[in-house]
């Protein structure tokens, strides 16, 4: 058998030797040009002091605040979203929405009464994007949303603005999404004060198929007495003599319902009614001892479960003609258990599907 001895040449070199071959580097570009060091390695004229590298451009490094942009110019400024399909990365698949979440903006909205207010609001604009795009140019949705963010609220104006960005984006399907929190002031329930509730709404304008829908949430927020506890309390009160309390907890239902296109207004203040003629015990503003006296009071005759509840915001809902599709999802979280108790009831075929966000209970929370 015939061993081979490894070569010098194959030997990794040491820093001496490293050390040494930059130093006859070094010197070899002192005194080469410009394109000999291009030539053999742009990089060389880096190991210079106070030099480039020789074909990198001079670019400026201050900001350019008198430049405008011509017509001209815009049209050269590359635009990777509008490219071509062999541009798509992953599979060419339509994709159902894309867009932007939560750019906010003050929008006027008016109330039941005629008063007028303007409201931070939150707005999420999508929409469908053919297998064979790449993208969308995502401020257009802003842009078109923006162009009538004056006006005051209304769902015909929810309407000019998705038609406008359908437009814009050549798109089918599209949903407008706004966030806000409508104050309304309410009164206490026995000493006559009164101060500002504040409910979560959210609007969604969808179309879908060339069809529209106009969707109202609305997230209540009320106080629920275990019917369970409230009777044994009571037993122990007269069977042994036991001062008990039954357990109630803070509990928030949405409600989410169908527009009936064809019907009259129907304002948040309706809805918000609603809600307090279902399950009157929402949770107080303003309390001075008559009132959280009148809070209990009111909590034990209207003892409720979960599924008490969801039926409750059910019949009125279903006695409204301006309401279609509705959705109620309801939790009641639990001060004598370590979890909540939660329902779900649905009425028609805009919110009805097999599977729920897992974590879409978990967002049934009042943050005070």
Known sequence: MNMHSRSSSEESPDRDAATAALETLRAWAHKASATEIAELDPAVARLLPGQDVSNYPDLSRHYPEAFEVTPTYR????DLQN????????????????????????IRFAGRDGGMQTLETSVTGTVSLDAEKKGINMSRIMRSFYKHAEKTFSFEVMEAA???????????????????????????????????????????????????????????????TCPCSLELSEHARQARGQL????SQRSVARISIVIDPDADCLWFEDLIDHCRKAVPTETQVMVKREDEQAFAELNAANPIFVEDAARLFCEVLQNDSRI?????????????????????????????????????????????
């Open 75 to 78: 049209e050269t400024l590359p």
């Open 83 to 106: 490219g071509p399909s062999s541009l798509i990365k992953g599979a060419k698949e339509q994709i159902q929405h894309v867009g932007i979440s939560n750019f906010r903006l003050p």
């Open 162 to 224: 998705i038609e406008d960005y359908l437009t814009d984006l050549e798109s089918l399907d599209a949903r407008l999404q706004m966030r806000f929190s409508f104050p309304m002031r309410v009164e206490s329930l026995r000493s006559g004060l009164s101060g500002y509730q504040y409910y979560d709404i959210a609007l969604e304008l969808i179309e879908r198929e060339g069809q529209r829908q106009k969707i109202i949430h609305l997230d209540y927020v009320y106080s629920s």
């Open 244 to 247: 008990a309390t039954p357990h």
């Open 324 to 368: 279609g599709d509705f959705r109620v999802m309801a939790s009641h979280q639990e001060s004598l258990h370590s979890h909540d108790a939660i329902s779900l009831l649905v009425q028609g075929d805009t919110f009805a599907a097999q599977s729920v966000d897992p974590w879409h209970f978990g967002t049934l929370i009042h943050r005070g």
